[in-house]
C-alpha cells in the first residue's frame, strides 16, 4: 500500500514561492502524471516528494505515514532522473545493485534480485559494461532497472525520456508501460510532453506557475479541459483558440466573423461577454472528411480558404483563415488540397468549447 | 595520381617536422635536469672548467659516498634532513587536502552567505609572494617558540597550500554531477556516504593531483624553510643544500648530488600518480 498525499504543499527559494499549496490524492498503484511547461513547479513537487528539496509548507503523506523531515532513503521510493544519473565508475551489475549493498543484504540475494530486474528490461548481456560503453536507450533501462531492484513503495521519474531521440521515446514509453503494469507500484511521472501524459498516465495533474491547473484522466482533460490553458496546452495539433465577444446567440470574433453560439451555452453566456471560443483541430474539418460528420445537428457550415495543409499520409491537417486568423483543422481520408483552394468545412459547435476571457475558465456546464 | 603522391609526401615532410620540433623541445626542458645529473659524477675541476668541457672525462659516485658518510669526511645529515622533509611535505598534504576536499565540497555544492567574497580571498592570498611573509612569520614563529619545529613548518605549509587545493578540488567536484549524489541518497545512502561511495571516487583523480602540487611545492620550498628551520631537528632538503656552501667556496657537485637525492622520491611519486590522473572518468554519468 504506498498512497501519496499532497497536502497544501509549498515551496520557497527564500522569498521566492515556486510551489503554491498544492493539494493531491494519489491512490496505491496509480499512475499519475505531472505535466506543464518548464518552470511550473512539477519537477520541483517531484523532488518534494523525494525527499531531494526540503518543503516550505503543508505535508507528504507516503502510505499515510508523514516524511516531510525524513530523508530519501527512508521514504522506500525509486527515482528515474532525466539524467539517469548512473555511477559511471561501476558496471550496470554493481549500479543496479547499488542500493541493496548500501542496505547490506546478502550477496544471493543482491544477485537474484538484480538478474531479476535485468530479466524484467532485457539487460543482461549489458551487465558488465560501464555506463559510458552504453547507448542512450540502454542507460535509460539501467536507470530503470536500478529503480525496480529495491521493489520501492513510489517509482518517481523526472523527465525520464527527454533525452532520448522521438523513436527510442515512443519504444522507452511502451516499456514503461508495461513495467508499471508488471511492477504493480504508484508511479509519479513528471514530464513536460503532453503526449507521454496522456499515452501514459491514469490521471493526469497539469500544473503552471506552481499551480494545480486540473486534475483528470487523459479523456477527461481532453475533453473537458477546466481552463483556457489546459485547453491548449492538452492536444496536438493545439485547439484553436480565439477571443471573441457574445453578441445576441453569436460568437463574434474581432474582424466581425461570427460563428452561432453552440447550443450548449445558450443558458450560461450572454450578450456582451468577452470569451475565448476553442475547437479541436478534430471537431474542425472539410466536411465528409471528419470524425463525427453526421452525428450532430450543432453544426456550422461554412466555405473557407486553405492556406497551408500539411500531410501526415492518413491524415492532413489543414489550416484555413477564418476570423483573420489561421484555424487548423484535421482532414481523414485526405485527398491532395492546393493553397487558395476554397473548401465547405463543418465545425462540429456540439465539441466547442468556452472560457472566460478574463479569468481562462471554463464556461461549460459538463464537470471534468 | 600525381597530386595524391605529393600530399602523401607533404603529410610525411609535416609529421617528421612535427617530430624534430618535438624533439628539440623535449630537450630544451631536460637538459638542466641532466646536467644536475652530469654535474653530480664529475669533479669541480671538470665542472668549472673554462672553456666547458662537454665530453664527460671523469665519472665517478664520490659525490654520492662522501654525501652519506661521516661528518668531515664530506657527509651531511642526509637521512635526516630526508626525513625532516618526508615528514613534513606528508603531513601538510595530507592536512591540506583534508582541508581542500571540505572547502572544495563547500564551495562546489553548498550557496552560503559570502561564497564568492570568501573563495575570491583565497584566490588573493595566491597573489602575495610567500618571501614577502618570511620576516613577519619568523617574528610570530620566534615568539610562539616554534622556529625549528616540524609543526612550524607544516603549518606553514598547509596555509600555502589550502588556498591552491581548494580551488583545484572545487574545480573536480563541480565536474561531478550533483544528480549522482541524489541518486545515492535514494539508494539508499546517507549525505556521508554518497560524498564517499560516489562523488569521492569520481573526483579522486583530482584529489590526487591537487595532493601531488601540494607535496611537490612543501617538498622543494626553500625560501620559508631556510627561515624557520635551524637545525637537523627540521631542516629539510632543500636547506640542506646549503651545506655544501662555506664562505668561499661552493661546492657544486655536492650540491647536484643532493639535488638527484631530492629529485628521485619526487619523480618517483608523481610517476606512480600520474596514471590515477587520467579525467574522463565521469564521462557516461548523464547524457553523453
New interface residues.
Given amino acids: 500500500m504506498a498512497t501519496v498525499s499532497l497536502k497544501k504543499l509549498v515551496k520557497k527559494y527564500g522569498e521566492l514561492e515556486v510551489v503554491h499549496g498544492i493539494d493531491l490524492e494519489i491512490a496505491d498503484r496509480e499512475f499519475v502524471a505531472l505535466v506543464g511547461p518548464s518552470g511550473c513547479g512539477k519537477s520541483t513537487t517531484l523532488r518534494m516528494i523525494?525527499?531531494?528539496e526540503d518543503v516550505s509548507g503543508g505535508t507528504i503523506l507516503i502510505g499515510g505515514r508523514e516524511v516531510n523531515e525524513l530523508?530519501?532513503?527512508e521514504r522506500n521510493?525509486?527515482?528515474v532522473?532525466q539524467?539517469?544519473?548512473?555511477?559511471?565508475?561501476m558496471t550496470v551489475r554493481e549500479n543496479m545493485g547499488?542500493?541493496l549493498k548500501?542496505?547490506k543484504r546478502p550477496q544471493d540475494e543482491i544477485d537474484q534480485r538484480v538478474n531479476e530486474a535485468a530479466q524484467i528490461l532485457s539487460l543482461n548481456e549489458l551487465m558488465d559494461r560501464?555506463?559510458?560503453?552504453?547507448s542512450?536507450g540502454q542507460?535509460q533501462r539501467v536507470a530503470m532497472g536500478?529503480a525496480i531492484v529495491?521493489h520501492p513503495e513510489v517509482f518517481l521519474f523526472d523527465e525520464p525520456l527527454s533525452?532520448l531521440d522521438a523513436k527510442l521515446r515512443s519504444q522507452m514509453r511502451t516499456e514503461i508501460k508495461k513495467l508499471h503494469a508488471k511492477v504493480q507500484a504508484t508511479v509519479v511521472y513528471v514530464t513536460h510532453d503532453q503526449v507521454e501524459a496522456m499515452t501514459l498516465a491514469d490521471r493526469i495533474v497539469i500544473m503552471r506557475d506552481g499551480y494545480v491547473e486540473q486534475v483528470g484522466t487523459p479523456d477527461q482533460v481532453f475533453k473537458h479541459p477546466a481552463t483556457r490553458f489546459v485547453a491548449g496546452f492538452i492536444g496536438s495539433p493545439p485547439m484553436n483558440l480565439f477571443e471573441a465577444t457574445i453578441d445576441s446567440g453569436n460568437v463574434v470574433f474581432a474582424n466581425g466573423d461570427a460563428i452561432p453560439l453552440p447550443a450548449r451555452f445558450k443558458a450560461n453566456v450572454s450578450t456582451g461577454k468577452k470569451v475565448t471560443f476553442g475547437l479541436r483541430p478534430d471537431d474542425l474539418f472539410p466536411t465528409g472528411h471528419g470524425i463525427g460528420s453526421g452525428t450532430t445537428d450543432d453544426v456550422f457550415k461554412r466555405d473557407l480558404n486553405v492556406t497551408i495543409t500539411e500531410p501526415l499520409g492518413n491524415e492532413t491537417l489543414v489550416f484555413f483563415d477564418f476570423a483573420g486568423r489561421d484555424w487548423v483543422s484535421r482532414m481523414l481520408n485526405p485527398r491532395s488540397l492546393a493553397a487558395g483552394e476554397s473548401l465547405g468545412v463543418t465545425f462540429d459547435l456540439s465539441q466547442a468549447h468556452l472560457f472566460d476571457a478574463t479569468t481562462g475558465v471554463s464556461l461549460s456546464d459538463r464537470k471534468a | 595520381m600525381a597530386s595524391n603522391q605529393q600530399h602523401r609526401i607533404r603529410r610525411r615532410l609535416l609529421s617528421l617536422a612535427h617530430f624534430i620540433g618535438l624533439a628539440i623541445a623535449m630537450i630544451i626542458i631536460l637538459l638542466p635536469g641532466f646536467w644536475i645529473v652530469l654535474s653530480s659524477l664529475r669533479p669541480t675541476v671538470e665542472i668549472m672548467a673554462k672553456p666547458a668541457i662537454w665530453i664527460p672525462q671523469d665519472l665517478s659516485l664520490d659525490a654520492y659516498v662522501a654525501m652519506f658518510g661521516k661528518v668531515g669526511q664530506g657527509g651531511i645529515p642526509v637521512w635526516s634532513y630526508f626525513r625532516n622533509s618526508l615528514v613534513i611535505s606528508v603531513t601538510s598534504t595530507a592536512i591540506a587536502i583534508a582541508i581542500g576536499m571540505a572547502g572544495g565540497y563547500a564551495f562546489a555544492r553548498f550557496r552560503f552567505k559570502g561564497k564568492s567574497g570568501l573563495f575570491l580571498g583565497f584566490m588573493l592570498t595566491r597573489t602575495v609572494p610567500g618571501i614577502a611573509l618570511s620576516l613577519p612569520l619568523f617574528i610570530i614563529f620566534a615568539r610562539v617558540g616554534i622556529i625549528d619545529t616540524h609543526f612550524g613548518l607544516i603549518l606553514a605549509y598547509v596555509a600555502l597550500n589550502v588556498p591552491f587545493t581548494i580551488w583545484l578540488i572545487d574545480g573536480f567536484f563541480r565536474q561531478v554531477p550533483k544528480d549522482l549524489a541524489e541518486a545515492a541518497q535514494i539508494d539508499g545512502c546517507t549525505r556521508w556516504q554518497a560524498f564517499w561511495q560516489v562523488e569521492f571516487p569520481l573526483a579522486g583523480p583530482g584529489i590526487a593531483s591537487a595532493g601531488i602540487f601540494a607535496f611537490l611545492t612543501a617538498w622543494n620550498e626553500f625560501a620559508l624553510a631556510s627561515q624557520l628551520t635551524r637545525s637537523v631537528n627540521s631542516k629539510t632538503l632543500p636547506v640542506g643544500l646549503l651545506d655544501y656552501t662555506s664562505e668561499f667556496t661552493i661546492d657544486w657537485r655536492g650540491m647536484c648530488a643532493l639535488a638527484v637525492v631530492m629529485i628521485v622520491p619526487a619523480l618517483t611519486l608523481t610517476f606512480l600518480v600520474q596514471k590515477h590522473l587520467v579525467s574522463g572518468l565521469t564521462s557516461g554519468a548523464v547524457k553523453g
Avoid at chain 1, 539524467?83 to 565508475?89: F, M, R, T
Avoid at chain 1, 560501464?130 to 552504453?134: F, K
Wanted: proline fraction near 13%; glycine fraction near 6%; charge should be positive.
Fill in positions: 523525494a525527499g531531494l530523508p530519501p532513503r521510493i525509486s527515482m532522473f539524467s539517469y544519473a548512473l555511477y559511471p565508475h547499488f542500493s548500501i542496505a560501464r555506463p559510458s560503453q552504453l542512450g542507460r536500478r529495491r533525452n
